[in-house]
């Protein structure tokens, strides 16, 4: 299954994304089964690793460079969870979106109807930035059906710096090194320039229709209910992470904190051993 030809520009840019991600997922030291998922949003790609009767774990990827992003952190955690990893809709990947999300509870519903698709009653959820936003969201909308929340650097926690959106911009200029693309987005150098992640800069193809979320209110993280791990690293480039971590410790009731030395916006890449520990460890208690 591919992305609907209508979110690419040009069938050649499909080729090569779709190439890139095939790449990637042979990095995945684990075995992986694959889901086509419909709900009323589109169909949701989503893969499994891990025992069946494991307790299950959502993991939700960042925006532009899908769920093949997790090859650092699956095999760590697919020896003690069923870990199920989707595509986001509208996003890069395999997921085709058919109905756009207009509001944050729109991914509330998305997941309600992931978790009845694949017959899970009751989850832990994770995500990186965009796909915190997702994690937080559903701890919000489905409080019933989540046990643990894991939060790496998640969108909308504050708002985005504004020269952020600057260097956004600068990644598309023409002919600057990958490398400095990789600093100017996630705030770290690349050790391991994977397909996918130099796809996420260089395709100029994709067609991308994603909900820009708002910030969440002080009214909304008080109302998050599952005990919560938020992870964020020193070199954080979206937001202020020292406001980030007072404001979610001032807020969110049942949470904890910790700060990832070395690393960036992409944590799982940048110090992926830590990163395991941490949610092993809180997932575990």
């Known amino acids: 299954m591919t992305t609907s030809p209508s979110m690419f520009r040009t069938p050649e840019g499909q080729t ?3 190439a890139a991600y095939a790449e990637t997922m042979k990095l995945w030291p684990v075995e992986v089964q694959d889901f086509n998922l419909p709900t009323r949003y589109g169909t949701t790609h989503i893969h499994a690793c891990g025992a069946e009767n494991a307790p299950s ?21 697919s020896q003690h969870f069923r870990v199920y990893l989707p595509d986001i809709l509208g996003d890069m990947g395999k997921s085709i979106q058919t109905r756009p999300f207009k509001q944050p509870a ?24 965009y796909g915190g936003f997702i994690a937080a969201q559903t ?17 909308s926690l504050l708002s985005l710096r504004p020269i952020f959106f600057l260097r956004m ?33 260089t395709t100029t193809d994709f067609r991308y229709s994603m909900y820009l979320p708002p910030t969440f209110t002080d ?12 992870l964020m690293g020193q070199q954080e480039v979206i937001y202020n992470y020292q ?8 807020l969110i009731p049942n949470i904890e904190t910790v700060l990832i030395p070395g690393a960036g916006h992409a944590l799982n890449f940048d110090q992926p051993d830590l990163v395991n520990q941490h949610l092993l460890t809180f997932l575990g208690k």
């Open 169 to 201: 911009m600068g990644v598309l200029i023409p002919g600057l090194p990958f490398a400095t693309k990789q600093m100017l987005i996630m705030g770290t150098a690349p050790t391991n320039a994977i397909p996918a992640i130099r796809q996420m800069f």
């Open 243 to 250: 406001k980030a971590i007072a404001r979610a410790q001032k």
């Open 16 to 18: 090569r994304y779709f």
């Open 57 to 77: 774990l959502m993991l939700i990827h960042g925006q532009a460079i899908s769920s093949t992003m997790w090859y650092p952190n699956v095999g760590a955690l």
């Open 219 to 230: 009214d909304q993280l008080r109302q998050i209910r599952a005990p919560t791990l938020l």
């Open 106 to 129: 729109d991914f509330g519903d998305w997941m309600r109807e992931v978790f009845d698709g694949l017959k899970i009653d009751r989850t832990h959820v994770a995500g990186l930035s």
């Open 139 to 155: 701890g919000l909308s489905l409080p019933e059906r989540v046990h643990k929340l894991v939060l790496m650097a998640p969108a």
